[in-house]
Every structure is written in structure tokens, then in C-alpha cells.
């Protein structure tokens, strides 16, 4: 890919795989997306509509053959955004997918970008579920070393497209979306002092929201993959155990190996708050089925 080598286990590709290494993990239920590499925002439109539309269709066809096992999010050729709606149409409508999975940015332009407008007008018509992934995390060069383009710039390009989204007005703009953020948000939690300090103090930082940042935080919702049950805790002190959804970032390298007993070792956490997060609140958030 792009002249580098990526290895791709098993589990990317092959369902029976997947399905062990689920049964390994403890999770019953996988609500699945394309690999990020494969969204293909930096390729001329009507490619990436063409692979948006390969890839949607086989998440479709993994979720009719393992209904019980497969919820799928649909890919949309965001650079373009007469194309994504398009394909949003043919994947949310045809295919009966209830939400997308789009990068950090849309090609060159941010998620606050007016041209994006009708894409998230779209999006809360339908009432769809948006789950914001990194994709091209800033300061790349800088980050090639130690993998911290992952441990770093993936969580950096996250809070870069909360703060967009916030200070952008698209969540004034549209305030029945639902979002949901990799990686707990990135640092968005951990610095929301520092935003609303910004936001309060320093003219540049006041944007177009009407409400301080830490406002829309509780309105957007975060997945699991911290790492570290105190790190957790401090996500669903912060948001509220119905914001927080059981993640794993599998099947990459990084992928929380035993995503349950994270959850179940967040100190304090009640049964009722457990459950949600779970699987309660992405059954909510997905309009799954038992």
C-alpha cells in the first residue's frame, strides 16, 4: 500500500478467524467498518466511490451471513460530497446500514467545512450514527519513529476533529447528530479545561459555538480503548457510563486483547453501568436487536 508493507493478519480478511478470536475475547457482537487504509480520501472521487461501494457491500454480505455476529458501518467517499451522500443513500437505504464510519477529515478539508454542510444535514435526517476514526495524523514525519504516529498522532488528529466540530458550530448547526469518537476522544477529555479556558479567555478561540466546550462533550459519545482502567474510569466519570461503548481496535496489532475485564476493572463501576457499556449502549446507539 503506497510502497509500504502492511501485514494484515488473518482476522482482517478471514470471518472464521474472527469469529475465534471474538469467542477468545469474550464479544459477542461486532459492529464493523473498513480499515481506515482502505477509505481512500487522498484518491480521485469516483475510485474511492467505487471502493466504498466494494467494501459496503461485503460488510453487508458478513452481516447477512452472521446477523447475530455483525452490525456494519458504511464507508463513504468523503472527499466528494455529492458522492458520499450518494453512497450513503445506496448503503443506509438499500443496504439497510444505520451508520458510517468517516476519517478525521474529509480529504483536504476539515469536518467543519461549509461544503460538508449537506453531508451532516443528511446524516441527522436519517438519524445515522457517525463513528469518527484517525486516518492522517498531523505532523506525520515527526511522528514515524516508536510507532507514535499511532500512540501519539492518531489521538491528536481525534481531538483535532472534536474541536473542529465543536468550534466549527457543526454541533450547534446539527444538534441531534450522534458521534462517536475512537480511542475515548483522544485527549478531548483529558484537556477540556484547557479548551474552556481558551474558549473563555482568548478571542481566537471562541469560533462560532455558542457554549463552552466542555458543553458539547457530554452530547458525543466515546468508545473504551484507554488501555488502562484508570484512564476509563476518568471517561465515564467524566461522560457518564451511557456515553462509553465497549471498544477493542481490533483486529490491528494495538487491539485491546481483553476488552471485558478493562471494563470490568474500572474501579467503582456499578452492574447497570457494566452492562451499558457493554453492549446496552451500542445496542442503542446501532438499533440492534437483542
Same mark, same amino acid.
Do not use: K, W
Given at each position: 500500500m503506497d510502497g509500504r508493507f502492511l501485514p494484515f493478519p488473518p482476522a482482517f480478511y478471514d470471518i472464521s478467524a474472527r469469529l475465534a478470536e471474538m469467542e477468545r475475547m469474550g464479544v459477542d457482537h461486532q459492529v464493523i467498518s473498513a480499515v481506515p487504509l482502505i477509505l481512500f480520501y487522498d484518491r480521485e472521487p469516483r475510485l474511492a466511490h467505487a471502493m466504498a461501494q466494494m467494501t459496503n457491500d461485503s460488510l453487508a454480505a458478513a452481516s447477512r451471513a452472521h446477523p447475530r455476529k455483525f452490525t456494519p458501518m458504511a464507508s463513504l467517499p468523503m472527499q466528494d460530497t455529492s458522492l458520499a451522500l450518494e453512497e450513503m443513500e445506496r448503503a443506509c437505504g438499500e443496504l439497510g446500514m444505520r451508520a458510517v464510519e468517516i476519517g478525521a477529515s474529509a480529504g483536504e478539508r476539515e469536518l467543519d467545512h461549509p461544503d460538508l454542510d449537506p453531508f451532516w444535514a443528511e446524516v441527522e435526517r436519517r438519524g445515522l450514527a457517525v463513528f469518527i476514526h484517525p486516518v492522517k495524523p498531523p505532523a506525520?514525519?515527526?511522528?514515524?519513529?516508536?510507532?507514535? +504516529?499511532? #500512540? #501519539?498522532?492518531?489521538?491528536?488528529? @481525534? @481531538?483535532? %476533529?472534536?474541536?473542529?466540530? #465543536?468550534?466549527?458550530?457543526?454541533? !450547534?448547526?446539527?444538534?441531534?447528530?450522534?458521534?462517536?469518537? /475512537?480511542? /475515548?476522544?483522544?485527549?478531548?477529555? +483529558? @484537556? &477540556?479545561?484547557?479548551? !474552556?479556558?481558551?474558549?473563555?479567555?482568548?478571542?481566537? %478561540?471562541?469560533? @462560532?459555538?455558542? &457554549?463552552a466546550p466542555s458543553a458539547y462533550l457530554r452530547r458525543l459519545y466515546y468508545d473504551t480503548i484507554t488501555y488502562h482502567p484508570r484512564a476509563l474510569g476518568f471517561v465515564v466519570e467524566a461522560v457518564g457510563a451511557e456515553r462509553v461503548l465497549m471498544g477493542t481496535d481490533h483486529p490491528f496489532g494495538i487491539f485491546e486483547r481483553d476488552p471485558v475485564r478493562l471494563v470490568d476493572a474500572v474501579p467503582g463501576l456499578g452492574e447497570a453501568q457494566r452492562e451499558a457499556i457493554c453492549g446496552g449502549n451500542a445496542a442503542r446507539l446501532f438499533g440492534l436487536d437483542g
Open positions: 506525520r514525519r515527526r511522528l514515524d519513529d516508536f510507532y507514535l +504516529f499511532n #500512540i #501519539i498522532g492518531f489521538l491528536t488528529e @481525534t @481531538t483535532l %476533529a472534536a474541536g473542529r466540530l #465543536i468550534f466549527g458550530g457543526v454541533l !450547534d448547526r446539527h444538534p441531534s447528530l450522534r458521534i462517536l469518537l /475512537a480511542h /475515548a476522544g483522544g485527549q478531548m477529555l +483529558f @484537556t &477540556e479545561g484547557r479548551f !474552556d479556558h481558551c474558549h473563555r479567555y482568548i478571542r481566537q %478561540a471562541q469560533g @462560532t459555538s455558542r &457554549e
